[in-house]
């Protein structure tokens, strides 16, 4: 079965740190641009960043240029969000999302199920 | 960056009946790289259609998208009791991915 399983979400404190990781299994990871997508409390979707399959294209949303580090290991089917400089904001379920190529320019086919981070003193 | 704005922000139907959902984009939306997704309470995002008018696997043909440019439309018909959810458009045509901000389609 194709799935992705995020991980790592949690409290922390306004100007923290914390790492997301989401593994792949049931298809071939290394073939497939990798994005993370977050969703606020009651509120819409927000596309937060994108990693092409061989890490060699990267893209932020502006709300976390800067912050936010994207990345991916092939070797161990992972991607992984870097989250520093946390604020009230940041505030969300992080989804990781596949697209169906190892190129960027597609919709997103599968979704991880959601790890909730909480950013509050 | 293109600003996706869905419309209306709530539909009230009845099961059987149709609903014509749109996303209307500030710029137009290149090769058509419109995506619908539907998302129920609890749960992460699907995808419905690609390609503004491709249907994802297993999307039954009750669902399908039509429109080009910068005004989309997602129409489902014969309303299912598990078709009634919040449905997203998103633009992939380049970063960054903006989302519209949803439709809640709703039980009358």
């Known amino acids: 079965e194709v799935q992705l399983v995020e991980s790592g979400g949690g409290l922390v404190k306004p100007g923290g740190s914390l790492r997301l990781s989401c593994a792949g299994a049931?298809?071939?990871?290394?073939?497939?641009?990798m994005n993370w997508v977050r969703q606020a409390p009651g509120k819409g979707l927000e596309w937060v960043s994108s990693?092409?399959?061989?890490?060699?294209?990267?893209y932020y949303a502006d709300s976390v240029k800067g912050r936010f580090t994207i990345s991916r290991d092939n070797a161990k089917n992972s991607l992984y969000l870097q989250m520093n400089s946390l604020r009230a904001e940041d505030t969300a379920v992080y989804y990781c999302?596949?697209?169906?190529?190892?190129?960027?320019?597609?919709?997103?086919?599968?979704w991880g199920q959601g790890t909730m981070v909480t950013v509050s003193s | 960056e293109i600003v996706l704005t869905q419309s209306p922000g709530t539909l009230s139907l009845s099961p059987g009946e149709s609903a014509t959902l749109s996303c209307r984009a500030s710029q137009s939306v290149s090769s058509n790289y419109l995506a619908w997704y539907q998302q129920k309470p609890g749960q992460a995002p699907s995808l419905l259609i690609y390609g503004a008018s491709t249907r994802a696997t297993g999307i039954p043909d009750r669902f399908s998208g039509s429109g080009s440019g910068t005004d989309f439309t997602l129409t489902i018909s014969r309303l299912e009791p598990e078709d009634f959810a919040v449905y997203y458009c998103q633009q992939y045509g380049g970063p960054p991915y903006t989302f519209g901000q949803g439709t809640k389609l709703e039980i009358k």
């Open positions: 990693i092409s399959s061989s890490s060699i294209y990267i």
């Open positions: 049931g298809f071939t990871f290394s073939r497939n641009s």
């Open positions: 999302a596949r697209v169906p190529t190892g190129w960027l320019g597609d919709a997103f086919d599968i």
